[in-house]
């Protein structure tokens, strides 16, 4: 496969059954292509297929859960809880009770933005505000003005809900990854809303890169709740301020494509 730092993270819950709740995917977005001519200017690389067709194998292996996911409370039966009976467990049907299985919720990183970030946003079906939240710098484009497609062949072709699972109704069920973050953008921290999907940029939190007078370093923070069905996000400024805190996934985030087809909110 092409790069180095090609991995996923499985982070489970802190009960005996110890069942996978959320995942982290990061990919090497590499720097440079290769110069065509020795007077050409090297432009920015991009996401190649073996990555592409990686990420997909790996999220095809990940298995449905019981969501939202509730912990079973058993912790003090210690060493006589069998695994086996938490497995078992997430497939009983309480009687009365509405039951949707799908993927965890997932995150990805890597530091090239993807065109799409640049895309047009969704609009909250309630507010009809665009989803759109933080500062872009004027003329600081950052994402290959080469496109591998990865957006719609790899982020929205990976569903949460497995295609043997679909029905008729879950056609436009929402897909495995929820937040993209990106670097590479020191003075852009605009966290955007893209078919369903958010794209959040960092800001300049090193004093190595290039910035501004005017723009604060900065980092951005994501807090995961809720046995991953919440993510939340916010910046952290040099100076100790938390600015543009928004949920971007949970029952409190905004409506619109790609948040009310299915579970996970």
Known sequence: MDGVGNYVIKLHSGDASRTHIFTLYFLDSHARQKQKYMWSHADYDYLKPSQIGWFLNTSESIKPIERPFTPDGTDDLGKIWRRGTARHRLARQDEGAQKNFAKPNAMMFFHIPLPE???????????????????????????????????????????????????????????????????????????????????????????????????????????????GETIKTWKRTESGKRVDEQVLVGASAPKGFGQDQATGG
């Open 117 to 227: 970030s640049y895309g047009p946003v969704d609009k909250d079906l309630v507010t009809e505000e665009a989803l759109d939240v933080g500062f872009q710098a004027e003329g600081e484009y950052g994402a290959s003005k080469t496109n591998s497609g990865f957006f719609d062949g790899g982020l929205k072709k990976a569903k949460e809900i497995p295609e043997s699972m679909m029905d008729t109704e879950s056609v436009m069920t929402k897909t495995e990854v929820k937040v993209v973050g990106h670097g590479h953008c020191h003075i852009t921290d605009k966290c955007r809303r893209v078919s369903g999907i958010w794209m959040c940029f960092g800001g300049g939190g090193s004093y190595s890169g290039y910035g501004t007078e005017d723009f604060e370093r900065r980092y951005r923070i994501y807090d995961i709740d809720d046995y």
